[in-house]
């Protein structure tokens, strides 16, 4: 069941947007502004929070007035890894440690240069000490790198057992997503460290695939969220001229790209591969087609927005949207379109601690939004 939210009114305290959906009537909020093509936004313990800028920077940022007035920006953290800033390229996802109030680690995923103009996704952490970082770890290098500015992935989630998953996109070249020699359209898993864990699929067997790949098969991951109940990893991607996808990752398994696809190839409209199933190749949870451009994901769990608990939000760059899926269990039965049209492309959607929705509109300038619900007497 598809479902679009009304049109905005005015709100008449704030000016700020107010918009019905069939749950819940909120406020859209602007926080911050002025920020170059934001990519990801990580809460800190102290109510402060880090967002990426795909060009190569990491902004502090800090709530004002209580938390419900515009925030600021602390400043620019220094002694970053040397980004490369082409095409899609660049900055990407920042994550805390899940101890981090303890140990200080900040784990950043960014396009890094070989120096012979060669690219790939990687991994580094290094403690946060004002605005520097210290202790800088590299944790992993996509391998091979390759040329051209396409489909890097660069999510990073941690489970419950602290292990870390990091989403790689295919880098434009089909081929590579089936290579288990390749690191190009796997989603990998590591130590916080960096180690390999010993359960891996190939920690064991690197003659049959690389030791970090926990599942192949993907075209371009770019949100991945753990499932308060269940503590599953899934992940969402983007397809071609259609066929983007939410999975349910499992270990060893194959996503399917590009031998099944609900997409067709751009502007000619031809069939890629060999259809839409195959024996030994996953079927996805849900799909858009045509395509949405999903980016940034979130379940949602909190009190705020009481009748959105146990929903599973989606930012929509091509869509230019907040998509919102209403689950039972593991299957999606319910889809709402919010904010369409209304803040250009989201990048990421993060819940706060304060249980509000957070979004990045990717654009230069871009802003850091908020959803917040309205007061009985505002309805």
Request: charged fraction near 25%; hydrophobic fraction near 35%.
């Amino acid at each position: 069941m598809l479902l679009t939210a009304t049109c905005a009114i005015s709100f008449a305290q704030t000016d700020e947007p107010v918009f019905r959906s069939r749950l819940h009537s909120f406020r859209l909020s602007t926080l911050i502004d002025g920020l170059e093509h934001p990519w990801s936004l990580a809460f800190l313990p102290d109510g402060r929070a880090l967002i990426t800028e795909r060009p190569g920077r990491l902004q502090l940022v800090a709530p004002g007035d209580g938390g419900r007035g515009k925030w600021k920006k602390s400043g620019v953290v220094k002694a970053l890894p040397k980004v490369a800033a082409l095409g899609q390229g660049g900055l990407f996802d920042v994550a805390i440690h899940p101890d981090f109030a303890e140990n200080r680690w900040v784990y950043l995923a960014y396009n890094g240069p070989d120096g012979n103009g060669k690219m790939g996704t990687e991994l580094v952490r290094a403690r946060l000490d004002g605005l520097t970082l210290r202790d800088k770890q590299p944790l992993f290098s996509m391998n091979p790198k390759s040329f051209g500015g396409r489909h890097f992935g660069g999510r990073i989630v941690f489970d419950r057992r602290r292990l870390l998953y990091l989403s790689l996109g295919d880098r434009g070249k089909r081929s590579r997503a089936q290579d288990l020699h390749d690191h190009a359209g796997s989603v990998i898993r590591l130590h916080a460290d960096g180690r390999v864990p010993a359960d891996n699929p190939f920690a064991d067997h690197p003659a049959r695939g690389l030791p970090e790949i926990f599942t192949i098969g993907h075209r371009n991951p770019q949100g991945m969220a753990i499932h308060p109940d269940t503590g599953e990893l899934w992940l969402h991607e983007h397809g071609p001229q259609g066929g983007d996808e939410v999975n349910l990752i499992k270990k060893r398994h194959n996503y399917g790209w590009p031998v099944i696809t609900y997409g067709v190839n751009y502007v000619i409209g031809t069939k890629i591969g060999e259809g839409t199933h195959k024996k030994g190749m996953e079927q996805p949870l849900y799909k858009w087609v045509p395509s949405i451009a999903p980016s940034g994901m979130a379940f949602y769990q909190a009190d705020a927005f009481a009748q959105w608990r146990g929903s599973l939000f989606v930012g929509a760059l091509r869509g230019q949207m907040l998509v919102r899926l209403g689950l039972e269990g593991a299957r999606i039965v319910e889809e709402e379109r919010l904010l369409k049209n209304e803040t250009g492309r989201i990048r990421d959607v993060r819940v706060g601690p304060d249980g509000l929705i957070y979004l990045l509109q990717d654009a230069s300038p871009g802003k850091l939004l908020r959803l917040e619900p309205l007061s009985a007497s505002q309805n």
